[in-house]
T-cell receptor, first 110, second 114 residues
Framework: RKEVEQDPGPFNVPEGATVAFNCTYSNSASQSFFWYRQDCRKEPKLLMSVYSSGNEDGRFTAQLNRASQYISLLIRDSKLSDSATYLC???????????FGQGTELSVKP | DAGVIQSPRHEVTEMGQEVTLRCKPISGHNSLFWYRQTMMRGLELLIYFNNNVPIDDSGMPEDRFSAKMPNASFSTLKIQPSEPRDSAVYFCASSLVGLAPEQFFGPGTRLTVL
């Protein structure tokens, strides 16, 4: 089993749609989680941190289910500028090592 | 505030040549990470340092790759000799482990080995 599994997509959605990405992780000891977004040919950028059961920031909501080792990202009222690849990233150890998933590609169309 | 700085941004070299990539982490961060990204393999962690000390280099592909962090504000990743399969984007990231493990990435170095 991969350490982090994500649906690669692509998810093609119209502007204004709500879209959800799922992610499962194998390391039950992971305590912190992050969602990064990566635009084509750019560096990954931190979107959201999740330290408890979830987090919400504007149109973005992350939910964590530790029992199922599952984390999700919900994007409401999607914008054209949300088009990117979204990376699910558990914190692997106290040394700061992160494990990056392969990412889910999102394309928001007019 | 200056983010993570990497140089060069692009490097084109011939097989067999030595390549040195450079990184300046965010001031005050205590950890630095080197990654490589390709279409086939995604984002791979090569090596990381805590307080300038290498902690885990298990991701370094082979002995041709080496990394150093002589002080808290500078790190290098060297490939000698380079091969075409080393062509990738190399990212450096830094974080403040212990307080805020979020990593912040530099813009990357796009390496092409001919």
């Amino acid at each position: 089993r991969k350490e982090v599994e994500q649906d690669p997509g692509p998810f093609n959605v119209p502007e204004g749609a709500t879209v959800a990405f799922n992610c499962t992780y194998s390391n039950s000891a992971s305590q912190s989680f992050f969602w990064y977004r990566q635009d084509c040919r750019k560096e990954p950028k931190l979107l959201m941190s999740v330290y408890s059961s979830g987090n919400e920031d504007g149109r973005f909501t992350a939910q964590l289910n530790r029992a199922s080792q599952y984390i999700s990202l919900l994007i409401r009222d999607s914008k054209l500028s949300d088009s990117a690849t979204y990376l699910c990233v558990p914190l692997y150890n106290q040394g700061g090592k992160l494990i990056f998933g392969q990412g889910t590609e999102l394309s928001v169309k007019p | 505030d200056a983010g993570v700085i990497q140089s060069p941004r692009h490097e084109v070299t011939e097989m067999g040549q030595e390549v040195t990539l450079r990184c300046k982490p965010i001031s005050g961060h205590n950890s630095l990470f080197w990654y490589r990204q390709t279409m086939m393999r995604g984002l791979e962690l090569l090596i990381y340092f805590n307080n300038n000390v290498p902690i885990d280099d298990s991701g370094m592909p082979e002995d041709r790759f080496s990394a150093k962090m002589p002080n808290a504000s500078f790190s290098t990743l060297k490939i000698q000799p380079s091969e075409p399969r080393d062509s990738a984007v190399y990212f450096c990231a830094s974080s403040l482990v212990g307080l805020a493990p979020e990593q912040f990435f530099g813009p990357g170095t796009r390496l092409t080995v001919l």
